[in-house]
């Protein structure tokens, strides 16, 4: 999902950090049961010499998406991975890399959930990722 800033409204500043949240209403009358991600996100300059990589006409998706991933900029690696109108995800080696990595870190946590819904759902999350680095 994208989300675009109102143009009447004020941008976001560099080298500051902000909050990114995102909650699933699972059922109204429990929010306890609602699931929330969070990220911080912190906005930074554009480097000269990475823009003038990504601009280059021949330089292909996972091109892009691994000068991305190796700048750390995660957020426009995973944009560029999505860019293709209607096609399928396009990770590069660095975004296989990171969702491989966060695989991982996902099945990790299962030790850590104790209700089996949670294992199930942290279950088929990772199965899922797995299937978009490995078609």
């Not at 949240?21 to 109204?28: H, R």
């Not at 554009?46 to 190796?70: F, G, H, M, V």
């Not at 946590?109 to 088929?124: K, S």
């Amino acid at each position: 999902m994208k989300l675009s800033l109102p143009q009447d409204q004020p941008g976001l500043s560099l080298d500051k950090t902000y909050l990114w949240q995102v909650a699933l209403l699972c059922s109204p009358d429990y929010p306890s049961q609602d699931i929330v991600a969070r990220a911080a996100i912190k906005v930074v300059p554009s480097q000269s010499s990475l823009d003038s990589k990504i601009a280059a006409p021949s330089l292909s998706i996972p091109e892009k998406t691994d000068l991305y991933a190796r700048s750390g900029l995660w957020y426009d690696a995973l944009g560029s991975a999505l860019s293709g109108s209607g096609q399928a995800l396009v990770l590069g080696e660095a975004g296989s890399k990171l969702l491989a990595d966060l695989v991982n870190y996902e099945e990790r946590q299962l030790a850590h959930r104790p209700a089996p819904a949670e294992q199930e759902e942290i279950a088929t999350w990772a199965q899922q990722l797995r299937q978009l680095i490995h078609p």
